[in-house]
């Protein structure tokens, strides 16, 4: 399950791209500013926005370590900049000035990869700031890179549909036709797979491309081997070109951005679709999960960047109950209950719940005031988790057959009396109320609400009233 937590609405144009640090996440934009933010509030750094490129900025990534933080722009140039106060500690131009696309640190932050336009592939030392090697991709512009986890190779794709992996001598050791129409993003796990075939451990690195595929390859890096490049399987779902993908840090989830708007996360194992995302309103341009925690941030020329906490864990409360689904949930018995409450670290509260007799039905009709003043949890932050943890369990239940747009942003229940904000969106009434009660920003933009006048949504509420009578026949 992915709840969105938090929008980011700073940037004044497009945002092109977004990463994480194990305590930040920057996000770069057309408006030629990269932002950064704190992951303990979603706030942003004093010292944010990094300004100094001249136009547009395409990417931006952390070192490792997450001390410095690199970014690239049409203005022909890479630079780099301290994480602790935002100066700009070095300006690198690129051979012939082209717009520079993408850009990454190698693993153990030695180099810094910088792709331009012109198909133009640059190293920079990172401790000197002096060009290591260069080279030139066949045909197209450089629109992807990725090292592999050792940094001893790196891939690059272009617009002409190339894959092509090089060595840290900057000799291309492998070129593939990918993607007919041109490769936007890719993307290497560092989690090694065992071939079955031989036996050898391969890298799976994801790409996608003006096609509207998503490829997963095998690649093998071996210096007794040479490098080798196995296709794997296409992953279908989107319905118009995918500008961006990227591998959770376990491996074990694909997550991509497409044109269509849509954000889709798969399995990588099976290629099964786990969360299909729909919140934003313009073409997705960048997704990235976070390093060392459950989140996944999601950008777009709507001008936002989506936060969203990923819940890892299955919502069944054990083996005796197979289906999330609202029915078998309200079909859990106390000892289902219990198990439930374990598995969300919750498992103080199994016997003051046993006590109070809840069981699958009780538990969804649980409160913030019953929480207090039936179950007697004192603690304004316990009961706020524990709220939290069933909210969840509620959205879960009814995301299998309520439509999204009958369910409220700020409590994502079923609407009964739905209201239009001046944001555009529509909301419970009493949940919006208590919203902007306490601030004026909106819940979906976090911009600033220029009246707090609610207006009935009217025709939202007979939708839904339409929508329940056929689900009670």
Same mark, same amino acid.
């Given at each position: 399950m992915a709840t969105l937590i938090h929008t980011l609405a700073d940037h004044s144009d497009d945002v092109n791209y977004c990463a994480f640090s194990s305590s930040c996440l920057a996000t770069c934009s057309l408006d030629k500013t990269i932002r950064v933010y704190s992951l303990s509030n979603f706030a942003e750094l004093p010292y944010s926005p990094l300004e100094g490129h001249a136009y547009a900025v395409h990417c931006c990534c952390f070192s490792p370590s997450g001390r410095v933080l690199a970014s690239c722009s049409t203005d022909g140039t890479a630079a780099i900049w301290d994480t602790r106060d935002g100066r700009r500690l070095a300006v690198l131009q690129q051979p012939g000035a082209s717009?520079?696309?993408?850009?990454?640190?190698?693993?153990?932050?030695?180099?810094?990869?910088?792709?331009?336009?012109?198909?133009?592939?640059?190293?920079?030392?990172?401790?000197?700031?002096?060009? =290591?090697?260069?080279?030139?991709?066949?045909?197209?512009?450089?629109?992807?890179?990725?090292?592999?986890?050792?940094?001893?190779?790196?891939?690059?794709?272009?617009?002409?549909?190339?894959?092509?992996?090089?060595?840290?001598?900057?000799?291309?050791?492998?070129?593939?036709?990918?993607?007919?129409?041109?490769?936007?993003?890719?993307?290497?796990?560092?989690?090694?797979?065992?071939?079955?075939?031989?036996?050898?451990? =391969?890298?799976?690195?994801?790409?996608?491309?003006?096609?509207?595929?998503?490829?997963?390859?095998? %690649?093998?890096?071996?210096?007794?081997?040479?490098?080798?490049?196995? =296709?794997?399987?296409?992953?279908?779902?989107?319905?118009?070109?995918?500008?961006?993908?990227?591998?959770?840090?376990?491996?074990?989830?694909?997550?991509?951005?497409?044109?269509?708007? =849509?954000? %889709? %996360?798969?399995?990588?194992?099976?290629?099964?679709?786990?969360?299909?995302?729909?919140?934003?309103?313009?073409?997705?341009?960048?997704?990235?999960?976070?390093?060392?925690?459950?989140?996944?941030?999601?950008?777009?020329?709507?001008?936002?960047?989506? %936060?969203?906490?990923?819940?890892?864990?299955?919502?069944?409360?054990?083996?005796?109950?197979?289906?999330?689904?609202?029915v078998a949930v309200e079909d859990w018995s106390e000892d289902d209950v219990s198990a439930w409450l374990s598995a969300q670290d919750l498992a103080d509260f199994v016997g003051l719940f046993k006590m109070n007799n809840i069981d699958g039905k009780e538990l969804l009709n649980l409160t913030k005031e019953s929480l207090a003043n039936e179950l007697k949890i004192e603690s304004l932050g316990l009961r706020s988790k524990v709220l939290q943890k069933i909210e969840e369990l509620r959205m879960t239940t009814t995301s299998v057959s309520v439509p999204d747009e009958f369910l409220c942003p700020i409590t994502r229940e079923l609407m009964k009396d739905p209201v239009i904000a001046t944001d555009g969106y529509s909301y419970e009434r009493e949940a919006m109320e208590n919203w902007i009660s306490n601030r004026r920003s909106s819940p979906m933009t976090n911009l600033p609400l220029h009246s707090l006048m609610l207006t009935p949504n009217r025709t939202l509420k007979m939708a839904i009233s339409r929508w329940l009578e056929t689900q009670q026949k």
């Open positions: 717009p520079v696309r993408v850009c990454r640190f190698s693993p153990d932050a030695t180099y810094l990869l910088a792709g331009a336009a012109d198909g133009s592939v640059v190293l920079w030392n990172v401790q000197s700031l002096k060009l =290591y090697r260069s080279g030139k991709a066949k045909g197209g512009s450089l629109m992807a890179c990725a090292f592999s986890p050792s940094g001893n190779f790196f891939v690059t794709g272009s617009s002409s549909g190339d894959l092509t992996i090089w060595d840290d001598k900057m000799r291309c050791l492998c070129n593939e036709k990918a993607h007919d129409l041109g490769v936007t993003c890719c993307d290497i796990s560092s989690h090694p797979v065992s071939d079955s075939e031989n036996g050898f451990k =391969y890298f799976q690195m994801a790409s996608c491309g003006q096609d509207n595929q998503i490829k997963l390859w095998l %690649i093998l890096f071996a210096d007794f081997l040479g490098v080798q490049l196995k =296709y794997k399987c296409t992953l279908s779902g989107h319905s118009a070109p995918v500008l961006a993908c990227a591998f959770s840090s376990d491996g074990q989830m694909i997550v991509s951005g497409s044109v269509d708007k =849509y954000v %889709i %996360i798969y399995e990588t194992s099976t290629g099964n679709t786990l969360h299909t995302l729909s919140q934003h309103t313009r073409y997705v341009t960048t997704c990235a999960f976070a390093p060392h925690s459950p989140l996944l941030a999601t950008g777009s020329m709507d001008k936002t960047v989506h %936060i969203w906490q990923l819940d890892l864990k299955q919502p069944c409360a054990g083996d005796t109950v197979k289906n999330d689904s609202k």
